[in-house]
């Protein structure tokens, strides 16, 4: 049984019940915190694995407590949004601000247990593999940073996740839902810009400062990393 610890910031009593015991039923310790003062107390005064984090909570809500933990840890501790919102600048803010997912209220719980498992495993994969490398950048994924030549860049969770993407599969052309169904992990509608909002993020850190792009817009396909001719 695994014994990854787990904490969920929940201020909704009935939703933090349910899913800590299904946790603990599938062998996580878990501990819990009604509002985002409390979780950053218990963050800053123990270790977990991963964070079940609500958006909407008295206190300190969990966007700012997102930051708040991404400043103080780094990005080691995958942290999982959990709110009724699920619009496309819900999704872009939550993600920006370091969570590494996002579920919508009412879930299954299998979907819930499924997403932590994968987030689990992703950090796993991680520590074995620390470094990736295209071209003349560099991704650390302990730290999520990239350098660049002389350029140290600081990337957010799903900015790391796709230029992770792109490097992984550089020279292919790749899809705006191909992208949305690997890199995010979900169906979202397909008219949503979320994959052009990120690649624009990107490209404002790793490409803009530096004369010899790697991120490229193939037309009424989606984009392309490839070497600097």
């Not at 979907?111 to 498992?117: K, T």
């Not at 295209?134 to 002389?150: M, N, Q, S």
């Amino acid at each position: 049984m695994s014994k990854e610890r787990i904490l969920i910031a929940e201020d909704e009593e009935g939703i933090r019940d349910f899913v800590s015991r299904g946790l603990s039923d599938f062998g996580y310790e878990v501990a819990t915190a009604n509002d985002g003062l409390q979780a950053w107390e218990m963050l800053t005064n123990s270790t977990f694995d991963l964070v079940v984090l609500d958006i909407r909570m008295p206190g300190l809500n969990g966007l700012d407590l997102c930051r708040k933990l991404r400043q103080h840890q780094g990005y080691a501790t995958p942290v999982l949004m959990l709110t009724a919102l699920n619009t496309t600048d819900d999704i872009v803010m939550g993600l920006h601000a370091g969570a590494d997912d996002y579920l919508a209220k009412p879930f299954k719980f299998m979907e819930l247990l499924a997403r932590i498992e994968a987030l689990l495993r992703r950090v796993e994969a991680m520590k074995k593999d620390r470094a990736t490398a295209f071209a003349d950048l560099t991704l650390d994924p302990v730290t999520h940073r990239a350098t660049r030549g002389e350029l140290n860049v600081e990337l957010s969770t799903k900015e790391f996740r796709l230029l992770e993407y792109f490097i992984a599969h550089h020279d292919e052309p790749l899809t705006r839902q191909q992208l949305l169904k690997d890199v995010w992990d979900k169906d979202f509608d397909t008219n949503t810009n979320i994959v052009d909002v990120y690649v624009k993020y990107l490209r404002s850190k790793i490409d803009d400062p530096c004369p010899a792009k790697l991120i490229h817009t193939l037309t009424g396909v989606g984009y392309m990393m490839k070497s600097p001719a």
